[in-house]
């Protein structure tokens, strides 16, 4: 059972920094890109950023220049580093892991999400 569990949300002034954390476990398979997206009240959830597992990566135009992705494969983990935050950041934040399953092809695994409040 794929489980992804995220972590590092919290509450911070506008200007500040957050760094979340998403670990996946339980995979037979192969990890993929794993991307990290944001939905705020009323809403739809938007895409954030991406990594794929050869490192390369992607931003909304939103957040480019302010936050990076990164991750470490060893412990199937990926991060986002929030750098001069904004209140219109404020949102949950979703992981999801792309996994291909041997012989049964290519999932998506969500996680429960963290609240990020960006105050002004």
């Known amino acids: 059972q794929v489980q992804v569990v995220e972590s590092g949300g919290g509450l911070v002034q506008a200007g500040g920094s957050l760094r979340l954390s998403c670990v996946a476990s339980?995979?037979?398979?192969?990890?993929?890109?794993m991307r990290w997206y944001r939905q705020a009240p009323g809403k739809q959830r938007d895409f954030v950023a991406v990594i794929t597992s050869d490192g390369v990566t992607n931003y909304a135009d939103s957040v480019k220049g302010r936050f990076t992705i990164s991750r470490d494969n060893a412990k199937n983990t990926v991060f986002l580093q929030m750098n001069s935050l904004k209140p219109e950041a404020t949102a949950v934040y979703y992981c999801?892991?792309?996994?291909?399953?041997w012989g049964q092809g290519q999932y998506d695994y969500w996680g429960q999400g963290t609240q990020v409040t960006v105050s002004s």
């Open positions: 999801n892991a792309a996994v291909t399953r």
């Open positions: 339980g995979i037979i398979g192969r990890l993929n890109a």
